[in-house]
């Protein structure tokens, strides 16, 4: 739906998987890589890397003005960014990599990858399974958010797009954006107890410290994230079935947000609970760390990456973006030797 704006007949949906499945895995030099790094890289880093890096593997064979070549490339990039994640989780372990099983369904073979061994037989629970798909659909796409305009911002050069891509995994790292999932499971560990939300809240709202009320808020959602709301209640209906209905963290998520949006402060300046406030629960119940949860993030969101570089370079009025900036300092500047400075 995301690359060619119609969903595909049964037919095309066969030859699409397909594809998926014969780009899994990775180029066995790749995999060294990654034993350069120390074993508590954070995830985001080394994800942001070996994605830059299939441009070394791939860029003679990636013309971006071949369309055979842009699709190899989109369904290269959505294909191996499960495997690029995990083997980063596996790598902190000091695991050995699990390859990638393409007789399971996408998102099994993600939880796969994460959490089988190869000394034991591990099962891949359907309700995780189900749960992370909804995530990854939640989080695919959404028209020009900072990690997406950076790739359009950096793919509009005619750059090797696998470094464009590495660019939008940077930019979604920042606490701001798609950092903000693991930065909520941590404040809210802080706050520890919804006895201390008040405090927290004062702490927020006298601004002196700079700390934010992480999850809330959005650019352009100032009357609720829709995606929260349906995240909300998934979290109810997983931690349920996963007989965690009584999570703590998940209770002091619902009264946090209950008080918050109670507060003239958020009332005024529009401040929701958006796609981030509740994922990282979702997450931590299925078993993935927090140094994860961007990643996983990445994983959705390259769909939407590839589809709107795919769109732009099909475009034939490409031009390279360039923001233009208003200078508001001195006309004039008298050099003054180092000597004299
Ligand atoms: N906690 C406390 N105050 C906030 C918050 C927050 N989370 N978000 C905004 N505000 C306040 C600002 O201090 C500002 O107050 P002021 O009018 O007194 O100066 C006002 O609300 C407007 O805030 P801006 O920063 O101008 O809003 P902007 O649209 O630039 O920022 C952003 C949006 C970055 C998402 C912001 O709300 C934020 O930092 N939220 C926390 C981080 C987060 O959850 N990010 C994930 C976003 S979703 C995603 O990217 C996938």
């Known amino acids: 739906l995301l690359q060619h704006g119609e969903l595909p007949n049964k037919a095309e949906l066969a030859v699409f998987t397909r594809s998926i499945m014969r780009h899994t895995m990775l180029n066995e ?15 985001m880093a080394m994800v942001a890397t070996i994605v830059a890096s299939l441009a070394a593997f791939y860029h003679d064979s990636t013309n971006i003005n071949n369309d055979r070549h842009r699709e190899i490339f989109s369904h290269r990039m959505i294909a191996k960014l499960p495997t690029i994640a995990a083997a980063s989780y596996k790598h902190a ?3 050995p990599f699990i390859y990638p099983r393409n007789d399971l369904d996408y998102c099994a073979n993600v939880l796969n990858m994460l959490f089988s061994v190869p000394c034991e037989p591990y099962e891949v629970d359907p309700l995780h399974a189900k749960a992370l798909d909804l995530l990854f659909i939640l989080h695919a796409d959404h028209e020009q958010n900072a990690s997406t305009s950076t ?10 797009p696998y470094t464009a891509m590495s660019a939008g995994v940077s930019a979604l790292w920042g606490p701001a954006h798609g950092g903000a999932n693991e930065a909520v499971v941590d404040m809210l560990e802080k706050i520890g107890d919804v006895s201390h939300v008040p405090d ?9 410290g700079g700390v934010r009320l992480m999850g809330f808020g959005h650019r352009v959602y100032k009357n609720f994230d829709p995606r929260a709301t349906i995240i909300r209640e998934m979290c109810h209906q997983v931690l349920g079935k996963l007989g965690q209905s009584n999570n703590p963290l998940f209770e002091l998520a619902l009264r946090l947000e209950e008080i918050a949006l109670k507060d003239d402060y958020f009332i005024s300046r529009k401040l929701y609970p958006n796609v981030d406030f509740y994922s990282g629960i979702i997450y931590r119940a299925l078993g993935i760390p927090r140094e994860m949860f961007t990643v996983m993030f990445a994983i959705a969101r390259t769909a939407g990456w590839v589809a709107h ?14 923001p233009r900036q208003l200078y508001t300092g001195p006309t004039q500047r008298d050099y003054v030797p180092v000597t004299k400075r």
Request: overall charge positive; hydrophobic content about 45%; glycine content about 6%.
């Open 200 to 208: 927290f809240l004062a702490r927020v709202k006298d601004k002196a």
């Open 29 to 43: 030099w790749l995999l060294r890589f990654y034993r350069s790094f120390h074993h508590n890289a954070h995830p």
């Open 309 to 322: 570089w795919s769109e732009m370079i099909a475009d034939p009025t490409l031009k390279i973006a360039r």
């Open 151 to 160: 790739v359009r911002l950096a793919g509009s050069t005619g750059c090797n």
């Open 93 to 95: 372990l000091g695991q």
